[in-house]
Nanobody
Framework: QMKLVESGGGSVQAGGSLRLSCAASGYTYSTYCMGWFRQAPGKEREGVAALFTGGGSTYYADSVKGRFTISQDNAKNTLSLQMNSLKPEDTAVYYC????????????????????WGQGTQVTVSS
């Protein structure tokens, strides 16, 4: 059973940066689609960024392109999300998720395709 544990959330002023990490364990398959989602109060959970652990292009939501960077550290089994130039509208609970399937950089897999989820970490950006 795959387990995902997020860390790195917190509070920051607009324009600041945060780096989220997701420690993964309990792999069953050799490759996964790994993604970051976020959910703001009263809103649906939305996909922010994703990558395929086997390599290839990455996906970013239009709202975060040029500001967020998703990356993986295979040696540490860690997925990261570097968030720069943060805006108040980035405030949300951020979730790490994994799907045992391929994904490309052209689109975000539906959240229903992601079987494994972390517990979430709060990011608060003040103006």
């Amino acid at each position: 059973q795959m387990k995902l544990v997020e860390s790195g959330g917190g509070s920051v002023q607009a324009g600041g940066s945060l780096r989220l990490s997701c420690a993964a364990s309990g792999y069953t398959y050799s490759t996964y689609c790994m993604g970051w989602f976020r959910q703001a109060p009263g809103k649906e959970r939305e996909g922010v960024a994703a990558l395929f652990t086997g390599g290839g292009s990455t996906y970013y939501a239009d709202s975060v392109k040029g500001r967020f960077t998703i990356s993986q550290d295979n040696a540490k089994n860690t997925l990261s999300l570097q968030m720069n130039s943060l805006k108040p509208e980035d405030t949300a609970v951020y979730y790490c998720a994994a799907a045992a399937t391929y994904c490309s950089g052209n689109y975000m897999l539906p959240k229903g395709d992601f079987r494994y989820w972390g517990q979430g970490t709060q990011v608060t950006v003040s103006s």
